[in-house]
Nanobody
């Protein structure tokens, strides 16, 4: 049974940083992608960045390039999202998701996911 557990959300001032963590369990092979998504109030859920479980290759949506960095620790089965220069528009519930046998481009472009975490709230406000 695949499980994803996010942590690291909270309240941060504009311009600040946060690192989200996603603990992954239940996968029996490396052929999957992990992605970070977010959903702001009144908006649709959107992909942010995705990373391959097999080779660590990453994909970023244009709106976060240069500000957010996705990474993984394959030993600890963790995926992280380092978020810098946060803006009030980044306020949302952030979700970790997983998709077996899916490329990072497909996962992030089409929000092709199978498993979801419970989400963690990120609020950017002064």
């Amino acid at each position: 049974q695949v499980q994803l557990v996010e942590s690291g959300g909270g309240l941060v001032q504009p311009g600040g940083s946060l690192r989200l963590s996603c603990a992954i369990s239940g996968f029996t092979s490396d052929y999957y992608s992990i992605g970070w998504f977010r959903q702001a109030p009144g908006k649709e859920r959107e992909a942010i960045s995705c990373i391959s479980g097999s080779d660590g290759s990453a994909y970023y949506r244009n709106f976060v390039k240069g500000r957010f960095t996705i990474s993984r620790d394959s030993v600890k089965n963790m995926v992280y999202l380092q978020m810098n220069s946060l803006e009030p528009e980044d306020t949302a519930v952030y979700y970790c998701a997983a998709a077996p046998f899916t490329t990072v481009e497909t996962m992030c472009t089409y929000s092709a996911t199978k498993y979801w975490g419970q989400g963690t709230q990120v609020t950017v406000s002064s």
